[in-house]
């Protein structure tokens, strides 16, 4: 058991899927997931392990933001033995070529927070990226399902609500999108020696305005469910 994690040792599965709404770890453990189990409730941060396609797959909520992500993931690492982690969340697309409902797999993760800077102080300036293995595997997965992926580097904001932030340039340099956790998952995953990919759905776009409802973002990413169980299976 750890501090936010209220399980023992093996109720969780090496290979966790991590969504960052609590109401989205239940949903993909209710109708994806055969034989479940629910090991986590602390602060209904709801935690389960089921199979999937007889693969054992653990599924934890983890909150919004860098702070709330690292949390779980320092804990499921540290305390539980995941070798395996994989964000599925929603993202704000970025430019008129990523629609919504399109799946961005993050190959790397730019962020504005100071988590990179007070990790490795003055003079470095760490660039997290994902597991090749897993992107290769999930990208793969995608494409045998016809499913809309796209591939690139991703905005980790530090800030929801961030009227400074000069989106535009991110657009010029390539950004595909902007969530709030892929930065610190990638980097807490190299500090360890495991592996991790995020895998987002396009909730809404910042730049034609089309957006998803809540109802819709919480129950109807069925897709990325889908690619990111293929993907742990063959891990």
């Known amino acids: ?36 189990v629910q090991y986590n409730s602390v602060r209904n941060a709801f935690g389960y392990t089921g199979t999937y396609k007889g693969h054992r797959v653990s599924v934890q909520g983890t909150g919004m933001g860098i702070p709330s992500i690292s949390i779980y993931t320092n804990e499921l690492i540290k305390f539980f033995g995941v070798k395996h982690l994989m964000r599925i969340g929603s993202i704000g697309g970025f430019g008129e070529s990523v629609k919504i409902r399109d799946i961005l797999i993050a190959q790397s993760a730019s962020t504005d927070s100071a988590i990179i800077q007070n990790t490795f102080k003055a003079g470095v300036i760490y660039a997290p990226t994902a597991d090749f293995n897993m992107l290769l595997t999930a990208y793969e997965a995608a494409k045998a399902a016809n499913v809309p992926v796209k591939v690139g580097n991703i905005f980790s904001a530090d800030r929801f609500y961030n009227d400074e932030i000069d989106y535009q340039q991110l657009i010029d340099y390539g950004v595909l999108g902007t969530e709030m956790e892929t930065a610190a998952l990638y980097m807490l995953a190299a500090k360890y020696g495991v592996q991790a ?25 069925s897709e990325m469910m889908t690619v990111a169980l293929e993907t742990a299976i063959k891990l």
């Open 197 to 221: 990919l995020s895998i987002n759905t396009v909730s809404d776009n910042l730049t034609t305005g089309e957006a998803l409802s809540a109802a819709e973002r919480q129950s109807s990413f």
């Open 1 to 36: 058991m750890s501090t936010h994690i209220g399980a023992e040792m093996g109720d969780i599965a090496e290979t966790v899927l991590m969504p960052g709404d609590p109401l989205r770890a239940k949903y993909v453990a209710e109708n994806f997931l055969e034989d479940v």
